[in-house]
């Protein structure tokens, strides 16, 4: 499938409060990369919702859709195609699966496409310097310095992939910043067949999925999502430096030193992801 843009996660980081508490489909969404020119408009109704999906060209398609859980779903046609297009909510806008029919009316799943579409209102932040994509697969090495700088700007796939493609002793490394690794972890509940990172990420965290996307949600309608994300944004600076320390990148000396000096009292304190989500349920 086609990826997500590398970077919609991180939108995040700079929501209202408000904003962040939308979880429902209802309003404008608006197309980014893949999708960059399409539109939706949707609003629940008796049945499910209706909606309207614009295409990059501006031509549009009023449809139903049956409400799941809540996600909606409903049958277009695009490019002659019968395609089943499935929308599910997140907290800056929402995931949409389009998936063609075959002439049998059975679904091909190899050559589904997953979009990224964003609420009305939401703007897209700068990339950080040191960015870089997330890996297509499971398995593609990548730094510790090139997670710890983009992580925010992947979708969750993108941070399973990049996860299990980190060298073991970054993983480690990264359990002494709990606020950051509870932050993985909650990008990491929110992908699908993330059970192998999930198994390495959770261990003697003491939390589980449920309890962190509970917990999360709870801090956005309680306006403690801006703190939370400031303090991952402080434990992500410092883990930064640690890294780039340890990987003999260009810094001086007294950083390095403050560095190595947080890193000690970080190993010491015993804290975990669950002593952080807690602060902010």
């Given at each position: 499938?086609?990826?997500?843009?590398?970077?919609?996660?991180?939108?995040?980081?700079?929501?209202?409060?408000?904003?962040?508490?939308?979880?429902?489909?209802?309003?404008?969404?608006?197309?980014?990369?893949?999708?960059?020119?399409?539109?939706?408009?949707?609003?629940?109704?008796?049945?499910?919702?209706?909606?309207?999906?614009?295409?990059?060209?501006?031509?549009?398609?009023?449809?139903?859709?049956?409400?799941?859980?809540?996600?909606a779903t409903a049958?277009?046609?695009?490019?002659?195609?019968?395609?089943?297009?499935?929308?599910?909510?997140?907290?800056?806008?929402?995931?949409?699966?389009?998936?063609?029919?075959?002439?049998?009316?059975?679904?091909?799943?190899?050559?589904?496409?997953?979009?990224?579409?964003?609420?009305?209102?939401?703007?897209?932040?700068?990339?950080?310097?040191?960015?870089?994509?997330?890996?297509?697969?499971?398995?593609?090495?990548?730094?510790?310095?090139?997670?710890?700088?983009?992580?925010?700007?992947?979708?969750?796939?993108?941070v399973v992939n990049?996860?299990?493609?980190?060298?073991?002793?970054?993983?480690?490394?990264?359990?002494?910043?709990?606020?950051?690794?509870?932050?993985?972890?909650?990008?990491?509940?929110?992908?699908?067949?993330?059970?192998?990172?999930?198994?390495?990420?959770?261990?003697?965290?003491?939390?589980?999925?449920?309890?962190?996307?509970?917990?999360?949600?709870?801090?956005?309608?309680?306006?403690?999502?801006?703190?939370?994300?400031?303090?991952?944004e402080g434990e992500?600076?410092?883990?930064?430096?640690?890294?780039?320390?340890?990987?003999?990148?260009?810094?001086?000396?007294?950083?390095?030193?403050?560095?190595?000096?947080?890193?000690?009292?970080?190993?010491?304190?015993?804290?975990?992801?669950?002593?952080?989500?807690?602060?902010?349920?």
């Amino acid at each position: 499938m086609v990826r997500l843009l590398a970077g919609i996660a991180a939108v995040l980081t700079w929501m209202s409060a408000s904003i962040a508490m939308a979880e429902d489909l209802n309003g404008g969404y608006y197309g980014i990369d893949d999708a960059e020119g399409a539109r939706i408009v949707i609003a629940p109704d008796s049945q499910g919702y209706r909606g309207t999906f614009y295409d990059p060209q501006g031509l549009s398609q009023d449809f139903e859709a049956d409400a799941v859980g809540d996600t909606a779903t409903a049958v277009l046609d695009m490019d002659g195609r019968t395609v089943l297009l499935r929308m599910a909510p997140l907290p800056f806008g929402a995931e949409v699966a389009l998936i063609p029919f075959d002439e049998q009316g059975r679904l091909i799943s190899d050559a589904g496409r997953v979009l990224a579409f964003v609420r009305d209102g939401v703007d897209l932040p700068e990339r950080p310097e040191g960015f870089v994509d997330a890996p297509r697969t499971p398995g593609q090495r990548i730094a510790g310095n090139a997670f710890v700088a983009s992580y925010q700007f992947w979708d969750p796939t993108g941070v399973v992939n990049g996860y299990l493609s980190l060298p073991d002793r970054f993983r480690t490394l990264m359990r002494m910043f709990p606020a950051v690794q509870l932050d993985v972890i909650w990008k990491l509940c929110l992908a699908p067949n993330a059970d192998q990172a999930l198994a390495f990420a959770l261990r003697g965290q003491d939390v589980s999925c449920p309890q962190v996307l509970d917990g999360i949600a709870t801090a956005q309608r309680t306006g403690k999502f801006n703190d939370y994300k400031a303090e991952v944004e402080g434990e992500r600076s410092s883990l930064h430096m640690s890294v780039r320390c340890a990987d003999g990148y260009v810094e001086s000396k007294a950083d390095c030193d403050a560095a190595a000096q947080r890193l000690s009292q970080a190993a010491i304190s015993l804290r975990t992801a669950s002593m952080v989500l807690g602060k902010y349920r």
